[in-house]
């Protein structure tokens, strides 16, 4: 039975930074590396870092397929940045491996190189003004099925959900604003 910790697929990328926000708001992380670590928990967290490399382990470890059958049986799912590439059903001009769960198209790095990272204020749908700290970070190109957009960043689409899924192009752990994570924890309900 799983319980309520909330699993942080912790492969690769800023997975303490996730669990830091998390105990912030009460909730108890744990580190998913196996199968068995998702087992224990009740909602998963994908965290930034490099989505290439996340995918190929993810696969070594057959956490893809365990993933995948957990999401279709309700359990929560949020991805940032990476998570996000990783969680789409088409990745422009990538055949990388990936979850191919949530009815959206990203593309990687897209913000371009001169403006590789930056911090923007957000208006987030159903949550107010929020923090966004974009690193490398994709946007999603297009959206359909029942997918909903929760935010724009210049007319960019920069976060996502569809019904158990969430996908955030930015960075909400490297800030000290907890609502999204909040927002998130709210979906076990
Ligand atoms: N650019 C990275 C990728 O394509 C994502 C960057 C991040 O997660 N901060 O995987």
């Given at each position: 039975m799983a319980g309520r910790k909330i699993g942080i697929l912790a492969l690769q990328g800023a997975f303490l930074e996730h669990e830091r926000s998390l105990r912030r708001c009460g909730a108890e992380p744990?580190?998913?590396?196996?199968?068995?670590?998702?087992?224990?928990?009740?909602?998963?967290?994908?965290?930034?870092?490099?989505?290439?490399?996340?995918?190929?382990?993810?696969?070594?470890?057959g956490l893809d397929e365990a993933i995948v059958s957990r999401t279709k049986q309700g359990m929560p799912l949020w991805g940032t940045c990476a998570g996000m590439i990783l969680m789409a059903k088409e990745i422009a001009d990538s055949e990388q491996p990936g979850l191919r769960l949530m009815d959206i198209r990203v593309r990687r790095n897209a913000f371009g190189r001169q403006v590789d990272s930056f911090e923007a204020d957000l208006e987030v749908e159903g949550i107010g003004q929020c923090r966004g700290v974009f690193i490398r970070a994709p946007y999603v190109e297009r959206v359909w099925a029942d997918t909903r957009i929760l935010a724009y960043y210049q007319e960019k689409i920069v976060m996502v959900q569809q019904g158990n899924l969430l996908a955030t192009a930015f960075h909400p752990e490297l800030t000290e604003d907890p609502s999204i994570h909040r927002y998130f924890l709210e979906m076990l309900s």
């Open positions: 744990i580190e998913v590396r196996t199968v068995k670590d998702l087992e224990q928990a009740a909602a998963l967290i994908i965290p930034g870092g490099e989505s290439t490399t996340i995918g190929k382990i993810m696969q070594r470890f």
